[in-house]
C-alpha cells in the first residue's frame, strides 16, 4: 500500500531514493529511514565529542536569535513561562532560555540526556510524550531540529496540543525543503553525485531526517491538530567555525574529503546569509 502524505493526505511517490518520499499535492518530502537511538553500539554511533565541537558555535548562536525571536513576538503569560524543550541534546537551549522561562527538557539518546544532567539541567530521558505526565502543560513547546525525525508528526502535533495551555505555542525549527542547499544537493544527486543528498537526510545515522517541510504543507500539518502558524523567520544552517568537525561527526567522512567540504562551503558562508533559507523557524499557536 502507497503511504499517505501526513499533511494534505496524497499518496506519496518514490523520489531521488528508494527511501525518498514526495507528495505531488503539497510538495511535502519525507523518508522511510527508521531511527535507531537505542539499538547504537556501545560509544555511539556518531562521534558526539565531534558532533559537540561542531555545532556549538552555530546552536548557541541561532538559540540566542530564536530566544530574542521568540520574546519580541509571541504574547507570552507574566512571570517566567512554563517552556518545554523536546529533544533537547546537550541542553544548549535550555541553558539559555532559563532567565525568562522555566525549563524543562526531553532527551531520548540516554547517554546525552545523563551527562546534560549532570550539569544540574532539568532533562528527563525518554520520548515525547511518553516522559511527560497526563496533566502536564506548558506555555511553550519547542523542537529544535527535532520535529523532522520524529516519524509519526500528526500524533506528535496532536499530543503538543494536550500538553500545552490555551493559546500556548509550539515552535518548530527544522530545515527547509525549500532551502538553497537542500535543493542543490538534489540537483547533484540527479546528476549521479547523491552523496550531499544523503547527508541533508542524514542517512545512516541514529535519528535520520523523515520529513522535510515548508510553510505551505507545514501550515496543513498544523490546521489538523488546531493549531495556526502565526509566525516565521529564519536561522543561519552553518558557521564556518567548527564546520571541520560537524562534517566529520559521522565517523564516515576521510579526512582529506571533509576539509575540501569545509573549504568549499566557508566560501559559500557569505552568500548563503541571502539565498533561501535551510533553516526555518515557525511558530504554532493553540488559540486562547
Not at 548557541?60 to 530566544?67: I, P, S
Amino acid at each position: 500500500m502507497t503511504a499517505a502524505c501526513p499533511a494534505c493526505g496524497e499518496a506519496l511517490q518514490t523520489g531521488l531514493r528508494e527511501w525518498h518520499r514526495v507528495c505531488a499535492g503539497c510538495g511535502y518530502e519525507g523518508s522511510t529511514l527508521a531511527p535507531h537511538i537505542l539499538e547504537q553500539a556501545d560509544g555511539g554511533d556518531l562521534d558526539e565529542a565531534a558532533r559537540a565541537q561542531g555545532l556549538a558555535q552555530l546552536r548557541n548562536a541561532n538559540f540566542q536569535r530564536l530566544l530574542d525571536w521568540m520574546c519580541r513576538s509571541l504574547p507570552l503569560p507574566g512571570g517566567r513561562p512554563r517552556l518545554l524543550d523536546v529533544g533537547c541534546a546537550h541542553g544548549w537551549f535550555i541553558e539559555r532560555a532559563a532567565a525568562q522561562f522555566e525549563t524543562v527538557g526531553i532527551e531520548p539518546d540516554s547517554a546525552v540526556a545523563n551527562a546534560t544532567r549532570a550539569r544540574g539541567l532539568a532533562v528527563r530521558g525518554g520520548f515525547f510524550p511518553d516522559a511527560l505526565n497526563a496533566d502536564e502543560r506548558f506555555d511553550v513547546i519547542v523542537f529544535n531540529d527535532v520535529l523532522e525525525h520524529i516519524p509519526d508528526v500528526n500524533a506528535v502535533l496532536a499530543a503538543c496540543w494536550q500538553h500545552l495551555q490555551p493559546g500556548g505555542w509550539v515552535i518548530v525549527n527544522a530545515p527547509s525543503r525549500r532551502g538553497f542547499l537542500y535543493r542543490l544537493s538534489k540537483v547533484l544527486a540527479r546528476l549521479g553525485r547523491g552523496g550531499a543528498f544523503e547527508r541533508m537526510w542524514q542517512l545512516g545515522f541514529p535519528s535520520p531526517h523523515v520529513h522535510y517541510f515548508d510553510t505551505a504543507n507545514l501550515r496543513l500539518l498544523a490546521h489538523k491538530a488546531g493549531f495556526s502558524v502565526d509566525g516565521r523567520t529564519r536561522l543561519a544552517s552553518m558557521t564556518v567555525h567548527g564546520l571541520y568537525a560537524r562534517i566529520r561527526y559521522s565517523r564516515e567522512v576521510p579526512a582529506f574529503k571533509a576539509l575540501v567540504l569545509t573549504l568549499a562551503l566557508g566560501a559559500m558562508a557569505p552568500l548563503l546569509a541571502v539565498l533561501p533559507a535551510d533553516i526555518e523557524v515557525w511558530s504554532l499557536r493553540r488559540p486562547p
